[in-house]
């Protein structure tokens, strides 16, 4: 049942059972840790090679955005905004940013691989108050995939597109 070996004369003794039943347990679990770890390192290596500091569109690329990336404000709320293309597969996108030296750069490191999204407005909520500091001083760049910069326009929305904005609790109860 077990592998039960001839242990010492033990063969059919409970002692024997519960010792061979021990070794079966300690596999067991060794294997299951083993395949736990072979896991999480493959989980690890996924979301690892997902993330990326470099952005993989230029800010005009037009398989990327129909409108490029800019800054929009309404009220005291600041969104990245873009528009998808109307002739590709437009996949989800989420663009990412960091400061550098008091610049806020934006960049998109990676798109999903699920959604259809031709000619829609997306509106990206820039809620860190350090961002929004850089944004009023107008110190905002979209990175290229070389490295170099693009300054990035930063206008206050059209009344269009205020009616596309997600609404917070507050504008709700008004």
Known sequence: MFGLKKMNGMANTPQAWTLAAAEAAVGYI?????????YLIIVLVTVTGCVSTKSISSHNDKKYFKESP???????RYF????????????FMMCESKINADTLIYYLPV???????????QFQEIFKANEIEIIKKKNVYWEEPDGSLVVMLI????????ELLPTTKTEKQK
Do not use: H, W
């Open 80 to 91: 990245l905004r873009f528009v998808y293309p109307d002739d590709t597969f437009a996949f």
């Open 30 to 38: 060794t294997t299951m840790i083993l395949k736990n770890i072979f």
């Open 70 to 76: 800019k800054i929009v404000s309404y009220k005291d």
């Open 111 to 121: 798109t999903t691989s699920s959604g259809n999204l031709r000619g829609k407005i």
């Open 155 to 162: 206008e206050q929305l059209n009344n269009e597109e205020i």
